[in-house]
Structure formats: C-alpha cells, structure tokens
C-alpha cells in the first residue's frame, strides 16, 4: 500500500507560505531606497526609477537615456530602445554630448563627446500642485555639428512659465546625417539618424511625461537655429503626427530647403572618398570600423565664404522618415492643427559675415554678389546699396539676412496660417557687442540668453540689463503661455496678435513692444519678385 502524499503536500505548502511571509517582512524592513515611491526628485520611467537633484524652485533629472548606445553596429542605424535598468539610477550628472569638433591642433581635428550620447535632460517645476503640466522639448542650434543638452539651463523657462523642460542630445555631422546607399536599409534610408534620434525624444515624451507630472497632450516642440530647421522637418515627417501640439521655431524657417537625396548622397560620396572607404568591398562596415574622429573631422568647407558656403549635413528630404521639402508639407497641410510660434532676429546674419569679410571693400562687396547670384546681381546691388550701410560688410549681412532669415520667416509663417493658428516675431533688441569694429546688433542668437541661461561661454554675450531682464520675463511669459495654451500672452505686455492676412508680427525689444512692417523693412516683395524670375 502507497503511504499518502497528503502529509508531505500540506508540509510544502506551510513551508512555501511562511517563505512568502518573510520575503515580505525582509521586503518592508529595506531601507527606503529599495522602495522607492516618486517625490520631488524621484520619479519612475518607462525604463525605471531616476533620482535627481533640487534646484532654485525646480527638480533636474539630467543624464536619462532615450535610446541606447548608437556604437559599433548601431553606428548609422536608427535609435534603439534603451536597456530598461534596477534600482535607482542617478541622474545627476549633465548629459554628455555628441562628438563635435572642438578646436583644431596640429594633429587635425580635436573632438568633444562621445558616440554614447543619446541623453535627455528634464527640468521640472516644483510645488505647482497635482495639475498636469505643458512640456517643451528644445533641440539646440549649432549647425547640425555642434551643440549639446547641457548647454542650456532651463531653470528660469521652467519655474516662471511653470512648463516642464526637455533639453535632448541628438548625433550631429556625419555621424548624423551621413547619406549613401551603403547604410540604407533595414526600413530605413541612410541620411536622417539626428531626425530618427529627435523622433525617439518624443515618443519619450510621450510614454514619460506623465511619470514627471507633464501632459502628454500639450508638448512643444522648440529649436533654435539648427533646431528650428530640425523642428520644421519634424512638423513635415509623417510619422511624428501627434507627437507634438505645438512648436516653436527661433531663426530657422521652413521655407529654407533642407538638402534633397541627390545633394545628400554627392556629399557622402565625397566623405567616402576622404576617410577612404569608398573602394571598400564592405562601404558600411569600413563606416563603423572607422575613429570617431575621421567622421568628426568631416566638416563643412570653412573655406569658402560664408554667403557661398554649401551644406554639408542636415535633414535630408526625399527620403522614407521625410518625404517632402517642409515648406512643401506646410503648404499641404502636413501640420495642420499645430500652433506655431515663430521668428528671427533683427540681424540674422552678422553673426556670421562681419568675420568672414572683415576687410570688404564696395568693389568686393559687389564681386561677391555676383559669385553668389550671377545674373541676378545687378538687380540685388541696386537694391542694396553699399551706400545705404555703415559699411559695405554690414550691406552683404543685410542682404543675407533678408535672403535666408526674414523673408523665409514670413513665407513660413503665411503658409502654416492657412492651417494653423500662427504667432511671428522679430526680436530687434541691440547687442551692443561689435565685430571686426562693425556693430552686431540683433544678431543671430542672441535672442537665447532672454530665454535660457547659456553654459556657453564662448558665445560672448554680455549680461542682460535690468531692462533686458524685464524684457526677458515678458519673452518667457509669451513662450511658456504659448506651451500651455496656444496662444502667448504676458501680463501688463502688450497682446499678441495672431498672423494673418496682414501679416502681423511683433517686435521685441526693451524699447518697445510693437508691430513691425517685416516685410518692408526687409524688402521681401523684392526677394519674392526675384525668386519668380
């Protein structure tokens, strides 16, 4: 006869539920930090817990990946996501940035970052109460080469406009944007890795914003400059519908094209040809084998003078994640129901000519329209005048300014108000500074440090005044209202009037804030003539 089982069964039994029991007790005996619970600066990802640290009124979480390591075989392939981590990750150190160059030696290039870069960082309010809060996500200028996260304190932009702050690395120059058929496939084309890697921040947002107290609802996308023109191709790409409400755009309109396929795919030939891969039997794999700094080095050519200067690298339209030109998107409604916010400053482009022509003579000035518009030079010489300037520099920044900034602002602006609901400035504030013994005057950037405070110390730009301060309260008041309803007011300032059929912009400055006549005072009806020739 078989003993019974029954004994033994109600032994395993009692023994399995006393183990049970004491894995709870041990379980509420941790220390706190094996369980944590979500705080001031705490908070539990879609990837796991981060624990920040305090600042003036707000909580920074610094460092969080949004994907993983773009290395070895993820070098020129789409974001993938991160590895989900245990316990609590410290997110209290700065987000390191992509490779950049950062100086040249007599070795070549010298290079800042790391290929390991793929971090945002998030500035949170505190003691807003349990309401849901906007987010903004801003993507840094630099050219589509340099830039970083960390360089923008969002302190300020958070606490004041009680808006939660995402401030995202993405990878820049060839590492970025490097187009040939070699790194096509696997679903998706070569060319766009620094957009893929934007696009990957918003999903972020999307799955993350509510763990931080944000609404996944009402997220703006902003950029400046390089950033900007990153943010129209975004609002152009199919597949980031919805990932964003509004945006905003600082000195980068839409209406400027982005590099065609044909033009991204010559220009990567030719950096094939010059880290020498382009007789390999395995181009991709030569690609990744490669020292990072042989693809940092591959820069535009600073030789050629700025007004004639090519783009290198940058979104590339024409292909799967970029279908279209985005003016051309915009013009079709690929944006429609966004809000935009959008300008340029007074004097775009003296950031860029007053020292790349620092001795230019009225002759030069004229020979150098002639390079830069061939049949069309007469007709922008009599326009513009070296006469009519300070100095025959400051007649080619005008023209460039005019040409690449104002007057593609106000086509942008006119063409997502058939769609959407539009807000255009310009920000007239003086600098003050000077260049080359020329006056900078609102220059390309210098609207950022009345929005952020800058950990860019070689941008120069003096502090604000008491009046600058004041005006830099109102410019946060209109941004961050924006974010959060669509529409940018500050109190006791002057109201901000929707773009529409007249055009309507608003000027920035501490001597007033007021319409201004964009384009007249940018001769746009000019340009748009030209352009029709």
């Known amino acids: ?26 379980a509420a005996a941790l220390p706190a930090q094996a369980q944590p619970r979500s705080g001031p600066t705490t908070a539990r990802l879609d990837s796991g817990w981060v ?23 993820r070098r020129f392939a789409p974001p993938a996501t ?17 490779p950049q160059p950062a100086g040249f030696d007599a070795g070549g290039v010298q290079v800042a970052g790391q290929e390991d870069c793929l971090y ?18 801003w993507l840094h200028g630099g050219g ?25 690395n993405y990878r820049l120059g060839a590492l970025g944007f490097l187009a040939t058929p070699a790194l096509d496939g696997g679903g998706a084309d070569s060319g766009n890795y620094g957009l893929l890697d934007q696009h990957a921040v918003l999903r972020w947002v999307r799955n993350n914003a509510a763990a931080l107290g944000g609404d996944p609802g009402r997220v703006t996308l902003a950029g400046q400059s390089a950033g900007a023109r990153s943010t129209c191709a975004q609002l152009a790409a199919p597949a980031a519908r919805g990932l964003f409400a509004r945006a905003i755009l600082q000195s980068g309109p839409c209406a400027v094209p982005v590099l065609s396929r044909a033009e991204a795919d010559r220009n990567g030939a030719t950096a094939l040809a010059e880290v020498g891969c382009a007789d390999a039997a395995d181009q991709a794999g030569c690609l990744r084998a490669l020292p990072v700094a042989d693809l940092v080095a591959l820069l535009p050519d600073f030789g050629t003078p700025a007004a004639r200067r090519p783009e ?21 409604g690929s944006a429609a129901g966004v809000d935009l916010l959008l300008g340029t400053t007074h004097d775009e482009s003296r950031s860029f000519i007053l020292t790349g022509y620092p001795d230019l003579t009225a002759e030069a000035y004229a020979a150098e329209l002639r390079a830069v518009f061939g049949d069309d030079a007469d007709a922008v010489l009599a326009t513009y005048p070296a006469a009519e300037q300070p100095s025959p520099v400051i007649a080619l920044a005008t023209v460039q300014t005019d040409r690449t900034y104002a007057c593609p602002a106000l086509i942008t602006a006119r063409t997502a108000s058939r769609h959407s609901r539009v807000y255009a400035y310009e920000f007239t504030e003086d600098s003050g500074l000077t260049a080359a013994g020329q006056p900078m005057g609102a220059m390309h950037g210098w609207d950022l440090p009345f929005l952020w405070t800058l950990r860019m110390p070689q941008a120069g730009y003096p502090d604000l005044t008491a009046a600058q301060t004041r005006l830099s309260d109102t410019m946060i008041d209109y941004w961050t209202t924006f974010a959060h309803r669509g529409r940018p ?13 007249r055009g309507s912009v608003l000027g920035l400055s501490t001597e007033a804030i007021r319409p201004v006549d964009l384009a007249d005072d940018h001769r746009c009806a000019f340009w748009a003539a030209l352009d029709q020739t």
């Open 1 to 26: 006869m078989q003993p019974s089982l029954r004994p033994v069964r109600t032994m395993i039994i009692r023994t399995l539920a006393a183990a049970v029991c004491a894995v709870a007790l041990v």
């Open 51 to 73: 624990r920040g640290a305090a600042g003036d009124g707000v909580a920074v979480f610094s460092g969080i990946p949004y994907a993983a390591p773009p290395t070895g075989d």
């Open 82 to 98: 991160p590895e989900p981590w245990t316990g609590i990750r410290d997110a209290t150190a700065a987000s390191p940035s992509c």
């Open 120 to 137: 945002l960082d998030a500035v949170v309010p505190r003691g807003t109460g349990h309401r849901r809060l906007p987010v903004i996500v």
């Open 144 to 168: 589509m080469i340099t830039g970083s996260a960390g360089q923008y304190d969002a302190t300020r932009l958070a606490s004041r406009g009680e808006a939660i702050v995402i401030t995202a």
């Open 312 to 332: 290198r690298w940058g979104p590339v339209a024409g292909t799967t994640y970029l279908p279209e030109q985005p003016i051309t998107a915009l013009r079709r």
């Open 489 to 501: 007011a500050s109190s006791g300032a002057p109201r901000w009037p929707a773009f529409g059929p």
